[in-house]
């Protein structure tokens, strides 16, 4: 309950950026008080969670607050670009003081309370039980029909009433309860991989059919509706995560029942393209493709790459793209507005923490990775956390979506998901319904008296880890 009420808490304050504080600081307030009431858990998750993300999240805490710590003149005046700080320093005369590694401590420590929130979820929810963390996707599914939801009727008024942030005021994108459409419009991304991972695929109920697909072709719309280009092309990843998990359900034979339902999605899908091509909202959308003229990221990605160089190898900080990226932004790509993110979170942070930032993010990449490629070879719900890391990391590209506390928080509710999945998987097993002795063959339904199972972990006999959970008829309620 708590891991729930602060992934709707960030939902309702995380989604302006760094630019709402205040709201920012209700998140990070909720986030520091459930892991002071939470002090076990704190600590149990230090002590028993696997070491290698153990590691990781330490340092990735630490980072900022080792960033702070004070330096004596002769050592932070040594450090690569700092040059300007002493230069201005010295026409006051006070360069001879201690000044701490980063070059906005103010940025720096926030980015520290930033993933409190983080640590509370990842550190509440990766113990619970399967169906616990069933609960938390249908948790994201309901956070994602808010938002569109909301949307909409923001839209109505031409964003001009209900909206939640100054800046989105006048908007033709929808909003929701954030103030960027490219994080928008990632959540929505990820509702919809959640949803792919909570669906059952076995004995379906009417409701699940066609609540499912009402859910699933609304939060599409919402994602067109967002005008966000990254999170249309995205749609491509919760796609590809059904196609995978229905091919695996359903192999090896294509029955009569697979190819009906499998129809009745393409056409569905097809209706609905064909009521919204011509919709003007719908149009504005798609047409944001065509303005590739007007792209300025390429030019913020050069200016940004000149920039780590003056700080290689150890960066700048943590937070401080904004103040040192104006001094080696190139003249002729200067424009009305301030670039303010390097729109590239790979080059933010090795801007901002040099050669440990590549390291910390590598590291994330190998483990998050690993435990990826375990979750879909083992499927269930796992899969929504390979679909989140894929989404993120892909939107990280041209965008910055863990600067927003609402993701954070929806990312550490998915790295949740995959560190107890060998214990889950194991839970599943001993509900999961006897085998028959052929390789390959389908299983008969289990009963209440929850039966083992006899497939071994990996090999064929065994059914997809997320789908003999919902076998019972109360997995399904």
Known sequence: MQAGILVLVGLLFGGGGSGAGLANLVVQLAGLAILAINGPAVAAFFRTAPRGLVVLVALTLLLPLLQLVPLPPAIWQALPGREFVGQSLDLTGGSDVWMPFSLDPNRTAIAFFALLPALAVLVLAWQLGREDKRQLLMLVVACGLIVVLLGAQQLATGNRHLVFYAETIGSLDLQGTFANRNTGGLMLDIALVALVAVFPLRQIRAIWTLGGMATAVLLIVGVVLTRSRTSMLLLLVPAALAAWRWVRWRRPTLTRRTAIAAGAVVLVLAGAASLLANNQRV????????????????????????????????????????????????????????AQRAHDDFLEATLESGLVGIALVLGWAFVLGRLGVAALRRGGIGLAGVGTFA???????????????????????????????????????????????????????????????????????????????????????
């Open 283 to 338: 149009q504005s959308a798609f047409g944001r493709f065509d303005a590739v003229e007007d792209e300025q990221r390429p030019l913020i990605w050069k200016d940004t790459v000149a920039a780590s160089r003056r700080y290689w190898p150890v960066g700048s900080g943590i937070g401080s793209f904004d103040d040192v990226f104006q001094a080696d932004e190139a003249l002729e790509n200067l424009s009305y507005g301030r």
């Open 391 to 477: 989404l993120v990391a892909l939107q990280s590209i041209t965008d910055y979506p863990l600067r927003s506390q609402t993701l954070l928080c929806l990312f550490a509710l998915m790295a949740a998901l995959l560190i107890g999945a060998e214990r889950d998987e194991a839970e599943s097993r001993r509900g999961a319904p006897e085998q028959g002795g052929k390789k390959g063959a389908r299983s008969r339904p289990a009963g209440r008296s929850g039966s083992r199972g006899t497939g071994g972990r990996g090999g064929r006999s065994g059914q997809e880890d997320g789908l003999t959970a919902f076998a019972p008829s109360e997995r399904v309620s």
